[in-house]
């Protein structure tokens, strides 16, 4: 069996064991992927305004802010305050959640660099590439590419909802004991 063949074999099975529908995880992850570059945007300027009245207010700690606001300030609407605050969290979490999937993938003994690149390209940086240039600086054939493209995307999926989220999942089911007791 080609190396190719048991790495897709090897993906399916993991899967498989997981009890994760391929299609169905396959689909989520995709879009997942699509809406990360808005969100790392659209957090970053979320940050910089919530910073930028911050210093307006002669403060430097983004921490010693928010106390004060909660504490002390009777002019800020906390319920929008703490919208905000939730917002970023929901969005820092997704970034978190799919930057260490996409560790787990660069670390895949079976063309984990290569998936990586795909995704990196095609879903990560800033400026996307257009596939052609994707396709260009692999250096591989166009069938090559969506195959390879198809795979990665499917570990992609394995790697969040089979490794990365049931780890973080542990660690704040863990935090949240440690500060009941």
């Given amino acids: ?27 989520k992850t995709k879009l997942l992927l699509k809406i990360y570059r808005d969100v790392v945007w659209c957090i970053e300027d979320r940050v910089c305004e919530i910073e930028a009245e911050y210093y307006a207010m002669g403060g430097n700690r983004l921490a010693e802010a928010l106390y004060y606001l909660d504490d002390y300030d009777p002019n800020i609407n906390k319920k929008d305050l703490e919208e905000k605050l939730c917002s970023l969290l929901k969005s820092k979490w997704l970034i978190e959640i799919v930057d260490k999937a996409l560790l787990k993938i ?11 690149n795909i995704l990196y390209k095609q879903y990560i940086v800033k400026y996307r590439y257009s596939e052609k240039e ?11 590419f969506y195959k390879r493209k198809k795979e990665a995307i499917n570990l992609m999926g394995l790697a969040i909802w089979g490794y990365v989220i049931p780890a973080l999942r542990d660690i704040w089911q863990t935090e949240c004991e440690l500060n009941t007791n």
Avoid: Q, W
């Avoid at 660069?106 to 990586?116: A, I, Q």
């Avoid at 994707?134 to 090559?144: A, D, G, V």
């Fill in 134 to 144: 994707i396709i260009e600086s692999l250096n591989c054939e166009r069938t090559t």
């Fill in 106 to 116: 660069k670390n895949y003994p079976d063309y984990g660099d290569l998936y990586f």
């Fill in 1 to 27: 069996m080609s190396s190719e063949k048991m790495a897709l074999a090897v993906l399916k099975r993991g899967l498989a064991s997981m009890h994760i529908d391929e299609e169905r995880v396959y689909h």
